[in-house]
Nanobody, 121 residues
Framework: QVQLVESGGGLVQAGGSLRLSCAAS????MAWFRQAPGKDREFVAA????????YHSDSVKGRFTISRDNAKNTVYLRLNTLKPEDTAIYYC??????????????????WGHGTQVTVSS
């Protein structure tokens, strides 16, 4: 199957920034989800295979930005102005085609294994 490998997570203070990366070969639409302990997996942002269309959830809009560099086979999530509530495991996801609006987990074709983001107060 397609291999998705996330990196870039870590421990940061509130107000700080991180950039997550996902190695993702192939022409797939990509997304980021996150999951905090004891909570459901939450959609964060998605980007079309060309990078021409993006969608960000209301909870991160204006703070997080999804992008991709297909020459590097990599999708990114820039996390700015981090808050403790952003603490979660962040998962890279891929699917064929594009979905308008937020993705639900059932539309995902492939998942990465996640990278931990921890934001301290």
């Amino acid at each position: 199957q397609v291999q998705l490998v996330e990196s870039g997570g870590g421990l940061v203070q509130a107000g700080g920034s991180l950039r997550l990366s996902c190695a993702a070969s192939g022409r797939y639409a990509m997304a980021w989800f996150r999951q905090a302990p004891g909570k459901d997996r939450e959609f964060v942002a998605a980007i079309s295979w060309s990078g021409g269309s993006t969608y960000h959830s209301d909870s991160v809009k204006g703070r997080f930005t999804i992008s991709r560099d297909n020459a590097k086979n990599t999708v990114y999530l820039r996390l700015n102005t981090l808050k403790p509530e952003d603490t979660a495991i962040y998962y890279c996801a891929a699917k064929v085609g594009w979905v308008l609006g937020p993705w639900t987990p059932n539309v995902v074709g492939y998942w990465g294994h996640g990278t931990q983001v921890t934001v301290s107060s």
